[in-house]
């Protein structure tokens, strides 16, 4: 059984991709003196010729955000076809063919860097994010993106996350109340909170929670004091930061004692090296920006063949 719901390619994403392939096909085919098209294909490519082409692997990875395909070369020519070859989520190989291209060859090339820009980049965050998932796939914790992503990007990147296997935290500020350091600072009006300061932060967050159902409840711990102090309130998850494995330990055996019903979280200094350790020590979930901030494109291409008719 999966541990998440892989929610497929929706609503939300494809209007996502479709306001971010405007801005990119914008940066493409303007000039600065505001000449528009590609000069090139203008120049040499004769405005009827039609051609086909194939996109394929060019090492492997997970192929993820296929959807943006079909919607750039559209954009540019409607009687573009896109044939999808491989389903998402897929494991790919070096040479594996994606998907097969027909149409007017000026709309082929005019899109070809947009459509692998925005398909390399989701790929190779899904290819990432399937690293994270394996490492703890046997185990009863889950791995979760952060709001470390690029701006604009967010909802296709959150996508990419889960094609890998891995799970979504929440998407922006408005969807759930997590209470972080800087929060407690802020209310402290100090840089480091004290454990008061932490309670009463949870206590004012439940309130607000309360007052505007449905909001889950997070709040970051730095210490077993202030675990102790927030558990006794009870939201729905407490963020265990920079806490090293035998400090988790301690912890999930603190929560299993005083209020079993909240969820645990780990995040900070999280990597692939040490990211099963964590979730042997029992937590819940573990978030790791990682997945999207420093994931690199997976290599594709589009080779292109003279059509036959």
């Not at 604009?152 to 969807?175: F, I, P, S």
């Not at 995040?267 to 999207?292: F, H, K, P, Q």
């Amino acid at each position: 059984m999966p541990k998440t719901t892989i929610a497929p390619w929706g609503a939300a994403e494809e209007a996502a991709a479709r306001r971010l392939i405007t801005l990119a096909l914008a940066e493409d085919l303007t000039a600065p003196d505001g000449r528009k098209g590609d000069v090139t294909c203008k120049a040499l490519v004769a405005e009827k010729l039609t051609g086909q082409a194939a996109l394929v692997a060019r090492s492997p990875g997970v192929l993820a955000g296929f959807g943006v395909v079909p919607l750039v070369f559209g954009q540019i020519d409607p009687t573009v076809k896109v044939e999808l070859l491989a389903v998402e989520g897929t494991q790919l190989s070096p040479g594996m063919p994606i998907a097969r291209l027909r149409g007017h060859m000026r709309a082929l090339l005019g899109g070809e860097r947009t459509a692998l820009n925005l398909l390399q980049r989701l790929s190779g965050v899904a290819t990432l994010a399937r690293q994270y998932a394996a490492q703890i796939a046997d185990l009863p914790c889950i791995v979760l993106d952060t709001r470390k992503t690029t701006p604009g990007w967010r909802v296709l990147e959150k996508y990419a996350v889960r094609m890998g296997g891995a799970a979504n935290h929440r998407m922006g500020l408005a969807d759930g109340i997590l209470v972080k350091d800087n929060h407690l600072a802020c209310l402290a009006g100090r840089m480091r909170a004290d454990t008061g300061t932490v309670q009463k932060a949870t206590q004012k967050a439940m309130e607000y929670a309360k007052a505007h159902p449905p909001l889950p409840v997070e709040i970051e711990v730095e210490t077993m004091e202030q675990l102790r102090a927030v558990l006794a309130e009870a939201p729905t998850v407490v963020l265990l930061d920079n806490m090293t494995p035998a400090q988790v330990r301690e912890a999930v055996a603190l929560r299993n004692e005083l209020a079993p019903g909240v969820k645990l979280e780990a995040s900070g200094g999280i990597r692939l090296e040490n990211l099963r350790d964590y979730a042997l020590a029992g937590v819940d979930r573990i978030s790791v920006g990682a997945m999207t901030h420093q994931a690199t494109a997976l290599d594709m291409a589009i080779d292109f063949i003279p059509d036959v008719k």
